[in-house]
């Protein structure tokens, strides 16, 4: 790529990288009581999206391999993406998975595409004794997100973005109202769907609506051959 910037593409995974909701795919199948229960309080503003997360997937009594298995075999990813890859690669970028979700069924849906060395940021939850027993959860960050998102999005997108480092140009993809839509204006370029890019189309924040990657994949290889247009003040 020519130039000194480099670029730094960051996307969210349930129903972004994927077609659909894996964590909700999940939770139908293995704790569907739990998920509507937990939903109607996260809706309500009862607990925060960390809470509902963790209460949901405590709530699965069924094997993490059980788990891992439906979702390997089930989940399919956005058309375009080997071809978003490759233009990343290309141009000397970096490609980052930044979810709010859980490593327990974000990985095997990466293993079974052949794209588990992809950079993933996301939370762990790890079972230490029987089945029936709760997950233990890590976040990336700690307490050391940025507000708003601090403690209540279990993932802060936000802070995920300054892994780019100084000079990169930013490039966010994404679909949520949470977490998405807090890291969103904080892109240099932002590609949004359904309820992201209502907010940011309410919000005044620039947003390139998709539905697959090959609009994100133009703008890659725009960005890698016309590095003089790819400042914060060009979105």
Known sequence: ????????????????LTTRNV??????RFAPEALERF????????????????RCFDAVTAPVEELQEAAA????LRPGLSELLEAVDSAGGTFTVASAGLDIYIEPVLRRHGLQHLGVVCGTA???????ANFGYDYPFGDAGEE?????????????????????????VGDGSTSDACAAPKADHVFARDRLLRICNENG??????E???PVTELVKQLSTEPQAIGPEQR
């Not at 130039?3 to 972004?16: L, M, Q, Y």
């Not at 708003?148 to 966010?172: M, Y």
């Open 73 to 76: 075999e089930n989940i399919e």
């Open 39 to 54: 939903s109607k309080q996260y809706r309500a503003g009862e607990i925060t999206f960390r809470e509902y997360q963790e």
């Open 23 to 28: 964590a909700h795919f999940l939770l139908r």
């Open 212 to 214: 697959d990657f090959s």
């Open 126 to 132: 790890t079972r230490h004794d029987s089945e029936r």
């Open 1 to 16: 790529m020519s130039g000194e910037s480099r670029i730094a593409v960051f996307a969210d995974f349930d129903d972004t």
């Open 148 to 172: 708003p998102c601090r403690g209540d999005w279990a993932t802060c997108k936000c802070k995920a973005l300054t892994l780019a480092g100084d000079g990169a140009t930013t490039v966010f």
């Open 205 to 210: 924040v620039t947003a390139t609506p998709f």
